[in-house]
């Protein structure tokens, strides 16, 4: 996994991700100067779950092409679902309340 924020750099055929990936500040996130690949068994999670303001989208990695979309490993409380979105270059959580309709751009 990844962990920390800040950025990182890849051997030349790309990083692949499995496991657990951390991200002490979700405002911050990690930059990665080449390609991510996340498996299929791959989550990703924070330090300070309740930092995440619903409604407000929260770019936790950029690369130069992400393949593969990790699961949100966070307490479901509050009523808080988490999605995570693959762009193609970045991976993208957002917190909301059940029912809310979701709009990426």
């Known amino acids: 996994g990844i962990s920390g924020s800040g950025a990182l750099k890849v051997p030349a055929g790309g990083l692949t991700v499995t496991g657990e990936s951390k991200f002490g ?7 990665v100067d080449g390609a ?8 990703v999670t ?5 930092a995440l303001e619903v409604g ?14 990790p699961k949100m490993d966070l307490p479901k ?7 995570v979105v693959n762009t193609g270059t970045a991976i993208v ?13």
């Open 93 to 105: 959580c957002t917190a909301r309340k059940p029912g809310l309709i979701l709009v990426v751009q």
């Open 25 to 31: 500040n979700v405002d911050t996130g990690v930059t």
């Open 77 to 83: 409380k509050r009523g808080v679902i988490y999605d």
């Open 56 to 69: 407000k989208p929260y770019t936790l990695l950029t690369a130069t092409s992400v393949t593969g979309t």
């Open 46 to 50: 924070c330090d300070d779950p309740d």
């Open 36 to 43: 991510v690949t996340f498996g299929t068994d791959a989550t």
